[in-house]
């Protein structure tokens, strides 16, 4: 009886990327795995089918190989190189698809939850500090306080009461899985009964309840570096969750952000800073003291007719390069204030002055409305 076309059991075209096949394969998995499918036979075989072709369609060379001669690239050679059905990793192309269907992987899954003797690494931890600018700018040494998983006092970890001993499970002979038969298969499952530990606690510590870990608020030192931006993160080796059964440490990350200035903001080692200046300084010329970062001070000269919009470089007066010692720049960028609320007399004074202006008082704007005049010349407005 001839196979069918791989693309058609897959049901994807011949143009399918990677990222279709496999979500593919998985649909078509999902809907004909025995489990699902009990006592039908049609299912288990096409279940097979399945297998099959995403086998040598997810592999490149086969693919290339079964485009050109279709099945015959495979006839007289068990497959092609590894088999064109199910490989000696076929069960490791299988892991993801039993993890959906039944919560647990298959024999590489089962490896990634536990480690030998039921030790477990703890998991890692997360903390969120909010830090200033001046503290980013500085660096500082802080104390957190974090409420962690650590190994119980009384049973040292072993989660059992003191003077007894954690024994091994009788259901997987302390290997912390089973196997059961999927149909056609046979794949390692968690042991139900020492839930992959390998070892049964038959009198439980009563301070940890068996778990062997007790959480606990505890303070911790904290170095943060100078320079430092918004999202860094900060690991601490080993100040996680404890492990299970006296299993290694996971570590603590702390996760940095910065609130925002009254004043400035960041762009990596550089700071802006948006500065309202009066129309008759902007126009006269003058000088302006603006803040630094550090606490300080520095003065900036405004030449005679700056415009709005205008920035000023104030070399390394900006933040510092994390781990080196480079700081950056502060930009000062003025914004010419429109006067407000005048007076009788100083409208009247705003309209002489007005009436003594020439194009050359207001180059730009006089220069742009001539433009402006040409454009509609030419466009016959």
Avoid at 168 to 178: A, F, M, N, Y
Avoid at 207 to 227: M, Y
Avoid at 256 to 282: K, N, Y
Avoid at 334 to 360: A, G, H, I, R, Y
Wanted: hydrophobic fraction near 30%.
């Amino acid at each position: 009886m001839s196979k069918r076309d791989y693309y058609e059991t897959l049901q994807v075209s011949k143009q399918a990327d990677d990222a279709e096949l496999k979500s593919a394969f998985r649909k078509m998995a999902k809907k004909y795995h025995p489990d699902r499918n009990q006592g039908d036979d049609e299912s288990e075989k096409r279940f097979k089918e399945v297998g099959e072709a995403y086998e040598v369609l997810k592999d490149p060379q086969k693919r290339t190989a079964y485009d050109q001669y279709g099945l015959a690239a495979f006839e007289g050679g068990g497959g092609g190189p590894g088999g064109a059905g199910f490989g000696a990793d076929f069960g490791a192309s299988m892991s993801d698809i039993f993890e959906d269907l039944f919560g647990f992987g298959g024999a590489a899954g089962g490896a990634r939850q536990r480690s030998t003797g039921g030790r477990q690494r703890g998991d890692d931890l997360r903390y969120n500090m909010e830090i200033t600018l001046e503290e980013a700018f500085k660096g500082k040494n802080a104390e957190i306080s974090v409420p962690t998983p650590r190994a119980c006092g009384t049973c040292k970890g072993s989660g059992a009461k003191k003077g007894t001993k954690p024994t091994s499970c009788r259901t997987c002979q302390g290997s912390g899985k089973v196997r059961a038969a999927q149909g056609f298969f046979t794949i390692e499952r968690t042991c139900p009964d020492c839930h992959g530990h390998g070892e049964v606690i038959g009198s439980p510590c009563p301070d940890c309840r068996g778990s062997g870990r007790k959480v606990k608020e505890r303070t911790l030192s904290v170095n943060i570096p100078a320079g430092v931006e918004d999202g860094t993160r900060i690991r601490l080796a080993g100040e996680g969750e404890a492990g299970t059964k006296n299993g290694p440490a996971g570590d603590l990350y702390i996760f940095l952000s910065i609130r925002p200035h009254e004043f400035f903001q960041r762009d990596g080692a550089d700071l802006f800073c948006r500065v309202p200046i009066s129309m008759t300084a902007a126009a006269l010329g003058g000088q302006i003291e603006v803040p630094t970062v550090d606490g300080g001070r520095t003065r900036v000269k405004i030449p005679e007719g700056t415009q709005g919009g205008k920035q000023f470089r104030l070399r390394s007066k900006g933040m510092p390069v994390l781990r080196t010692s480079k700081l950056g720049d502060m930009y000062i960028q003025v914004e010419v204030e429109t006067p407000k609320n005048l007076s009788k007399k100083q409208k009247d004074l705003l309209k002489e002055f007005s009436k003594s202006c020439t194009d050359d008082t207001h180059p730009e704007s006089s220069g742009f409305f001539d433009r402006v005049k040409e454009f509609w010349n030419s466009a016959g407005a």
